[in-house]
């Protein structure tokens, strides 16, 4: 597999030098000044492309091309959208950029409660809390009916909660769900946002007759209309799986499991259509064998994150080390190194060491990122 490494563009404090020295073979990014919706020119994309390959490296994978709300709810710009998404696609082609990771998520993207968890052995990792999401969800959204979501166990935790937790607590967790996992990556949230849950609050509105099914259709629909253009221009797209990947906040998730994978493989079964195999995303999900489902979608797969997780008895889960947990990453890279060139990353890392004071965004340091990638380059070579 191809050493690729997620970068945040010119302004990023890593450097492609960096990068470079500690074997990094690819980058994965994205134009995160353009707005979502607007076209990605290809004057824009050369431009980024070549500042890449003058530091000796290549551009492999665009993370993301991100889907606009309105084409997921079929908002009334729908259609004017997706011809948007489409010319960028043809010029990411022209300039042989060859895969395209994107989610089909509603609203939010991936979803933490802790960015800094202290684990046992003194690092930070990410952490999903079922309880204070349930707080989240039922005391500070208020969200209708919301209570219908969760277990009478956990919303027990969750009025324990509500009798200790700070404002300054509250904010945090604010922060954490919905702000600093979401702008860094084209979101619709963004630090500095005034109000950020009114913001929230006003985008659950536009899913609220939107269930799995109609989610489905809405994909569905848009992967005939992009992938004739993919197939045309030589371009891989690979949708990213649900993080975490169960509903959430009465939002339907439609790439969680078994059954949703190969539904949208079939729904336009092209093999431009494909899946980014994300390790972490579906081991934390109880009901998923990352190894048998590994082996079943390998063959689809157009781009992989290695990453683990540690699910426990009560639903919570936390980024695990790349050498444990329920990501089995050792028996995955046996699967995939069948499949040359495929682009790899390591996703996340652990905040390490004199990392912990700096200002990365959240899941991706330098140090534990490195260290991650040192334990998956040694299985690479072993395997």
Known sequence: MEKTWRWFGKSDIISLSDLKQIGVEGIVTALHHIPNG???????????????ENAGLRWSVVESLPISESIKYAGKDRDRLIE?????????????????????????????TDLNKKQENGVYSLYFDRARFAYFDVYILKRKEAEKDYSSEILK?????????????????????????????NGNIKEGDQNPVAIFNRLLEDYKDIDKDQLRANFKYFLEQVIPVAEEYGVNLCVHPD????????????VTNEEDIDWFLRAVDNPHNGLTF??????AGIHNNV????????????????????????GDFVEASHLEGRGHLL??????????????????GPLMLSDIDKKYNPGYSFLGRMKALAEISGMMAAV
């Open 38 to 52: 607007e076209i990605w020119t290809q004057e824009a994309i050369d431009d980024l492309k070549q500042y890449i």
């Open 331 to 348: 028996e995955l890279i046996k699967i995939f190194k069948d499949y040359p060139h495929l682009p790899m990353r390591i996703d996340h």
């Open 278 to 283: 994300c390790a972490g995303s579906l081991s």
């Open 243 to 254: 993080d975490p990947p169960f509903p959430v906040l009465g939002l339907p998730r439609i």
């Open 84 to 112: 948007n998404y489409k010319i960028s696609l043809a010029n990411l082609g022209k300039s042989n950029i060859r895969t395209v990771c994107y989610n089909f998520m509603p609203v939010i993207d991936w979803i933490r």
């Open 291 to 314: 190894v048998d489902l590994a082996g079943k979608f390998a063959h689809r797969t157009h781009f992989v994150h290695l990453r683990s997780t540690n699910v426990f008895s009560n």
């Open 157 to 185: 935790k969750a009025q324990d909660l509500d009798k200790t937790i700070t404002e300054k607590e509250k904010e945090e967790l604010i922060d954490a769900i919905i702000v600093k996992t979401q702008g860094f990556v």
